[in-house]
């Protein structure tokens, strides 16, 4: 099993900044993508940022310029440094973690608010 703890959420102005998060913990396998979603009410989640485990990152159109997916030496914490945040950008934050051995893992963390005021 694999557990996923977010943080980092928050109320922030707009043009501020936020960084989330998200520590993986259990029987992660070292070859796995973890991601970022988000979920605005009465809207589907949608991906904002992925990372995997070589080191290459990709982005929503949305976001791209002002947000970064990284990760942590160990790669079991993912973090996304949120810049120049917009009132759009309000939305639950949820990490994501999936690898592929024998079939398919995908994993999901409980989900952190973040806010922006205009």
């Known amino acids: 099993q694999v557990q996923l703890v977010e943080s980092g959420g928050g109320l922030v102005q707009a043009g501020g900044s936020l960084t989330l998060s998200c520590t993986a913990s259990g029987n992660v396998f070292v070859i796995n993508t973890m991601a970022w979603y988000r979920q605005a009410p009465g809207r589907q989640r949608e991906l904002v940022a992925t990372s995997n485990d070589a080191g290459a990152t990709t982005y929503a159109d949305s976001v791209k310029g002002r947000f970064a997916i990284s990760r942590d030496h160990a790669k079991t914490t993912l973090y996304l440094h949120m810049n120049n945040l917009k009132p759009e950008d309000s939305a639950v934050y949820y990490c994501?973690?999936?690898?592929?051995?024998?079939?398919?893992?995908?994993?999901w963390g409980q989900g952190t608010q973040v806010t922006v005021s205009s």
């Open positions: 994501n973690l999936a690898f592929t051995l024998s079939r398919p893992y995908a994993y």
